[in-house]
């Protein structure tokens, strides 16, 4: 509201987020329920997640890990000091000190939705890097940010790791790859991971993990619905589902009702027959040609390409 600075997240009078409820109900009442990935990130999806970034299954993480580590030298090339390194959502632990590590930037700026998750990465960061300055913004950086004036006349590096980007469909890829555009400016550099397309086994494995944790994760959601909107669906008759869409060239989590089943959120009814879905996150994986016409379309030319030494996964430098 005005007055209270950037307003992120706004509460009805219930305190529900009233963001959540209207993805929800508009979700459910399509064809094919759909609510945004996006919802999956609640404290319990949060660390969720974490727990799947060291699955056996889930090679991501491990792999982009390792081209960071493997590819200081390589960064410091083509990169060069004295950036100022934007990073489109908090830093992680781990990730982020290898980059900074490698490159001797002048300024260190996160972008996070979450308050919490982005002074606690900032924190982390500034003791990381005794002497780096470091400038958490509170934002959502699917629209054009206005970074703090401290680093305006820096060149800027976006860092945008993870493979996030594949949690997009390729029109809303590309938008945010325009506002980055526009938030970083003119001279500016792009570093991004984007996941490979490799066998279908080992992406659906991946997403669907033998110890159940992904399950979970994916199950979490409906468990968030009933908590947080008054919702009754039934949690057993759900099952977790991942497949590999060769059509979107993507991985698609879905809940898959195990009976017919009927239960209600927010005071609406919902029915589903058995083997429906509700579809609740993408996972886009390119090729080499894919990652690049995905940069040009956004507005970035590709001029380096790194993979891992079982070419699972790969980061991009691309330039403004
Ligand atoms: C948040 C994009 C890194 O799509 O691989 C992991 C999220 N979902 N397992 C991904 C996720 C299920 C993840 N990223």
């Known amino acids: ?14 305190g529900v987020d009233k963001a959540f409820r209207a993805d929800v ?21 949060s660390e969720l997640f974490e727990a799947i970034t060291r699955l056996p299954e889930y090679y991501p993480t491990r792999a982009e890990t390792e081209i960071l580590t493997a590819q200081g030298e390589a960064f410091r090339e083509l990169i060069g000091p004295g950036r100022a390194v934007v990073e ?16 001797e930037p002048a300024a260190y700026v996160p972008l996070d939705i979450s308050g919490d998750f982005l002074r606690a990465a900032a924190a982390d960061l500034a003791a990381k890097f005794p002497g780096l300055p470091v400038y958490p913004v509170e934002a959502d950086f699917m629209r054009c940010v206005e970074l703090p004036e401290a680093v305006e006349d820096l060149p800027k590096l976006g860092f945008f790791p993870g493979s996030t980007i594949g949690n997009m469909v390729a029109r809303t890829a590309v938008d945010l790859l ?6 970083l ?5 792009l570093l991004i ?36 909107l008054g919702g009754t669906i039934p949690i057993h008759q759900l099952r977790h589902v991942a497949r590999w869409s060769d059509t979107f060239a993507r991985v698609e989590m879905h809940l898959e009702a195990r009976e017919d ?8 009814r919902y029915s589903m027959a058995k083997g429906e879905t509700i579809h609740s996150e993408n996972s886009h994986k ?19 390409r790194w993979l891992d030494t079982q070419e699972r996964f790969s980061l991009i430098l691309a330039d403004w």
């Open 25 to 45: 109900l508009a979700g459910l009442a399509q064809p094919q329920k759909a609510v945004p990935a996006r919802w999956l990130y609640d404290d319990a999806g």
């Open 193 to 228: 991971g984007m996941d490979l397309i490799k066998d279908r086994a080992v992406l659906e494995a991946a997403y669907d993990d033998a110890q159940g944790v992904t399950a979970e994760f994916n199950l979490n959601l409906a468990r968030r619905i009933n908590r947080e």
């Open 261 to 268: 089943i009927v239960f209600a959120v927010s005071g609406r």
């Open 1 to 14: 509201a005005a007055g209270e600075g950037i307003a992120l997240v706004e509460l009805d009078d219930d």
């Open 286 to 304: 390119f090729d080499r040609r894919s990652q690049d016409t995905l940069l040009l379309a956004g507005g970035w030319t590709p001029v380096s």
């Open 178 to 183: 325009r506002s980055m555009r526009e938030t």
């Open 88 to 103: 489109f959502g908090s830093g992680s632990s781990v990730k982020t000190p290898l980059l900074l590590g490698a490159i």
């Open 185 to 189: 400016g003119q001279g500016s550099k």
